[in-house]
């Protein structure tokens, strides 16, 4: 710790007995790289696909609706190097306050109680919170978050810690972009090229779109910052559908360049894939997913991914899998009453 770090140190019950060991508040923009570099470890150790840069991670921990960097995020540090991270925030989704919490440690340093450390100080800030904001406690209030089936580690501090799988998600990917062929539109739809006016429009279709999906957040003005200042956004990527002035469905895609030299692949991510419910069951899906994929053929791009949710209302999995997508790594969701 530094001179400087002195107000920021935190004391936590259940700390290892590590040499060197210190737990901190985030102290400024010099933490994002280091935040970064941790993040790439550990993601890169678990076989996770997403890896931001500095800036990336910035734009899109800056911008969570609620989140206060300074309350809500919690390092680890051995003689002064980051070595593991939590955070959590809270919404309301459908109806009752979800908390979720987040975290990883470096690989070095796992099963040695740093991890646990850290989870317990985010579920105790998770009932901080709730006892602050009365709209995200009560009985209904239910605690947890995701460990995929490449994470053993996270899944026994999970189910250690009293929590229980309750759903699941699957990252897919399509690993032959190279043949990827037009698939023609619907009848009376057409793709224009995105310009920045119709970035509202867009936006709030994609939010409507998921409107009847599991737990569906509404999203925020936060949300539409983060969407559109992301350093590596290049919405001529993005196949958007319409139907005269109204959006139909679009595909949001970004070529992540950090995470593509960090794993050495040349992919692109359908970050959001959506139909609004009018123009549903017309194939206009996978018409856009076809112009996806020759877009991500054409920028030299040999795979593409994508994340869905394994009970998806629209059955979205077999149309990817009917697309030459496949499961690549499945995630369990966990759960327990914020009380218990």
Do not use: C
């Not at 759903?167 to 043949?179: K, P, S, W």
């Amino acid at each position: 710790m530094t001179p400087t770090d002195t107000g920021l140190e935190v004391t936590l019950p259940d700390a290892p007995g590590i040499p060197g060991l210190r737990f901190r508040r985030f102290r400024d923009a010099s933490d994002w790289a280091p935040l970064a570099a941790l993040q790439r470890d550990a993601a890169i150790a678990d076989q996770d696909d997403e890896i931001p840069s500095p800036e990336n991670l910035r734009v899109s921990v800056e911008n969570k609706p609620g989140f206060v960097i300074a309350r809500d995020m919690l390092i680890a540090e051995v003689d002064g190097r980051i070595v593991g991270e939590a955070n959590g925030t809270a919404t309301i989704r459908d109806g009752y306050p979800v908390h979720y919490l987040f975290g990883r440690v470096h690989p070095t340093w796992r099963r040695r109680g740093i991890g646990r450390a850290l989870f317990r100080w985010n579920e105790r800030r998770g009932k901080e919170r709730a006892a602050a904001e009365p709209q995200l406690g009560g009985p209904s209030a239910v605690i947890g978050g995701f460990a995929s089936e490449f994470e053993p580690g996270a899944e026994a501090l999970f189910e250690s810690e009293g929590y229980r799988p309750f759903r699941y998600a699957f990252t897919m990917i399509h690993r032959h972009v190279q043949h990827a062929q037009p698939i023609p539109m619907p009848a009376g739809l057409e793709t224009r090229p995105v310009t920045p006016d119709q970035h509202r429009q867009i936006f709030d279709a994609d939010d409507e779109a998921f409107h009847d999906h599991f737990e569906h957040r509404p999203a925020t003005e936060e949300d539409f910052v983060a969407t559109f200042a992301q350093p590596d956004l290049d919405t001529s990527l993005w196949k958007i559908a319409w139907d005269g002035d109204q959006i139909a469905g679009g595909i949001m895609t970004t070529i992540w360049n950090s995470e593509n030299e960090a794993l050495g692949v040349k992919r692109g991510w359908l970050e959001s894939v959506f139909t609004r419910r009018p123009w549903r069951r017309r194939g206009l899906a996978r018409a856009l997913i076809g112009a996806t994929l020759v877009e991500l053929r054409e920028r030299g791009m040999e795979e593409a991914l994508l994340g869905v949710d394994a009970e998806n209302p629209t059955g979205a999995l077999a149309l990817y899998e009917g697309l030459g997508f496949e499961v690549k790594v499945r995630t369990r969701r966990y759960r327990k009453p914020l009380e218990s």
